[in-house]
T-cell receptor
């Protein structure tokens, strides 16, 4: 019973490098989200998707791109990593956006940019 | 103004105490509300949904005041295992217009229950 799986779990990048974080869910959920979590800041929404082929900006989208080519996958890309992007990244999915639909989270990706 | 605001605490209470957390949200069109719990270095997990009429789940009671755009969580008879960060979450649902489906978290309230 996989739920939401994030790959990789840990990564160290050099400034200027690029990478892609993969989020996969096996629950046939329509909605998927990428958040970053920094000390004292809580979870901040980067981008989200309300269905296959759709994406929307969240609170802190700059420096990130996303794609939702398949319903089960939501990719987060860092084009040119910066130390300010050092964070813990969480992916989440939910069945819909209607009342009282639970969001399920992956275990997180700890990214350090040096 | 942040879309969802919480008192970050920390709250440090003895076992058996009653503790209350508050949360306010800015968008009156918000449709659904939740409390999530996050243990140290783990992912958030749903604690309970918050219904308009208020709801209770064992030692936990959640309340919503739409007029004041205010959500609360009450924990009675605190246990050591309740120590965690509690996150207030708001979903715009299908009333969000261009923000349709947006799920926004507060910064979390840290609770430590001690013996």
């Amino acid at each position: 019973n996989a739920g939401v799986t994030q790959t990789p779990k840990f990564r160290v990048l050099k400034t200027g490098q690029s990478m892609t974080l993969l989020c996969a869910q096996d629950m046939n959920h329509e909605y998927m989200y990428w958040y970053r979590q920094d000390p004292g800041m809580g979870l901040r929404l980067i981008h989200y998707s309300v269905g296959e082929g759709t994406t929307a900006k969240g609170e802190v989208p700059d420096g990130y791109n996303v794609s939702r080519l398949k319903k089960q996958n939501f990719l987060l890309g860092l084009e040119s990593a910066a130390p300010s992007q050092t964070s813990v990244y969480f992916c989440a999915s939910s069945y819909s956006a209607t009342v009282n639909t639970e969001a399920f989270f992956g275990q997180g990706t700890r990214l350090t940019v040096v | 103004r942040k879309e969802v605001e919480q008192d970050p605490g920390p709250f440090n209470v003895p076992e058996g105490a009653t503790v209350a957390f508050n949360c306010t949200y800015s968008n009156s069109a918000s449709q659904s509300f939740f409390w999530y719990r996050q243990d140290c270095r783990k992912e958030p997990k749903l604690l309970m949904s918050v219904y308009s009429s208020g709801n209770e789940d064992g030692r936990f009671t959640a309340q919503l005041n739409r007029a004041s755009q205010y959500i609360s969580l009450l924990i009675r008879d605190s246990k050591l295992s309740d120590s965690a960060t509690y996150l207030c979450v708001v979903n715009l649902g299908n009333a969000g217009g261009t923000s349709y489906g947006k799920l926004t978290f507060g910064q979390g309230t840290i609770l430590t229950v001690h013996p």
